[in-house]
């Protein structure tokens, strides 16, 4: 098949699973586009949104339509690492055995992760990087695709330890959930207290997920697209001779590298889910906001006369 009519391949099942994801999902359209987005790019998402938004039945849905297996992890302060990756028993044998933590499975929902300490927030790290983990010196392959989807409470900050700067930036996207609006609030009363289960089919194997994604990374990019987001990227640095005003007066801390990268490959799947066979500049700024938001760290100044992050990198298109 050549990868022209791959994407075209692409487009239809992706709308079948947008669909599909609806039967279950009211709502939330962008969400799961971006979620989706991030999936099909390789990368991670972490989902900012309060209690009750339906975030688990969120990721529980597309780990179904996508057919891959999905394990949950409750972020609290007395989960260790081990709790996350396993641990070696002696078994009948007095011989050491690994037992799996729920690390190994191609989705996992780390919920409330900013529920618990460094540590074990970095029992991740290696794995949303390498997609291996390491355990008393054996280093295990985790199964491809791999994804990891973490939710944070953004109201309640007590008892909590904010992610650091070097797991943050492990995230492709940082996205924001909102309120439903009224009418999907009347269906999801509806839907949901009634005894009406919706079935949600398996539309993908694990197989066709890794090869959508390597099709992704085959799509070209013309260098203006690629020099755009980089510069983009470099104008969130405050020190940077083309930071603009608004970044030098209110960013302490501009975006890496790896925002550049995630740049153009959401901007690519953002692409060839409209059917595109290349993404222009259009596709980097409908990704940007998400892309950057939680790579710029502001200042006071930001905090005290009411500076969004989405104001910034408006302002950088």
Known sequence: ????????????????LKLEIAKVIIGQDEVVTQILISIFSGGHSLLIGVPGL???LMVNTIAEALGLN??????????????ILGSEILDEKRQFKFIKGPIFSNI????????TPPKTQAALLEAMQERSVTVAGHNYKL??????????????????????????DRFMFAINLDYPTYKEEVQVVKATTSDNKAKVNALF??????????????IPVADNVIEYAVSMVGKTRPNSDAAPEIVKNYID???????????????KTHAAIYGKFSPDIENVQAVAQSILRHRIIKNYKAEAEGISETHIIKSLF
């Open 1 to 16: 098949m050549s990868d022209v009519t791959a994407i075209e391949e692409f487009v239809k099942k992706f709308k079948d």
């Open 54 to 56: 339906a975030k688990t």
């Open 70 to 83: 999905f394990k949950r992890i409750q972020f609290t302060p007395d989960l260790m690492p081990s709790d």
């Open 143 to 168: 199964d491809l695709p791999y994804f990891v989807l973490a939710t944070q409470n953004p109201i309640e900050q007590e008892g909590t330890y904010p992610l650091p700067e070097a797991q943050l």
């Open 205 to 218: 194997s694990a197989k066709e997920i890794v090869e959508f994604q390597n099709l992704i990374r085959r």
């Open 108 to 115: 996992v929902l780390a919920d409330e992760i900013n529920r």
């Open 253 to 267: 801390w501009g975006a890496g590298p790896r925002a550049s990268q995630n740049l153009i490959l959401a901007a």
